[in-house]
């Protein structure tokens, strides 16, 4: 299993800046992705972005694309998400999400409990 634990939430003005991390730890084979998802009152949770473990590999939503930054650090299986010049509309809760698979070979697909993001003047 994994277990995932998010950090980095916070108030902050539009314009300002707040970096999130997402650690895994638990028992698995492999991790093949991290990713970032976000979820705003009222609305369904949506993707934001995503890196490739190893590789590196991102991809971004339109929304974020040139304003968030996602990176990893494989040795300790962390994600981070830098996110710069942010908006009132990206205020969410954002969770981390990893695929992977476990020892046995069943696919993994594991969420955060969420960080609130806020941003507000």
């Known amino acids: 299993q994994v277990q995932l634990v998010e950090s980095g939430g916070g108030l902050v003005q539009p314009g300002g800046s707040l970096r999130l991390s997402c650690a895994a730890s638990?028992?698995?084979?492999?991790?093949?992705?991290m990713g970032w998802y976000r979820q705003a009152p009222g609305k369904e949770r949506e993707w934001v972005a995503t890196?490739?473990?190893?590789?590196?590999?991102?991809n971004y939503a339109d929304s974020v694309k040139g304003r968030f930054t996602i990176s990893s650090l494989n040795a300790n299986h962390t994600a981070y998400l830098q996110m710069n010049n942010l908006k009132p509309e990206d205020t969410a809760v954002y969770y981390c999400n990893v695929k992977g698979y476990s020892f046995s070979r069943n696919a993994l697909d594991a969420w955060g409990q969420g960080t609130l993001v806020t941003v507000s003047s």
């Open positions: 638990g028992s698995f084979f492999s991790i093949n992705t």
């Open positions: 890196i490739t473990a190893g590789g590196g590999i991102a």
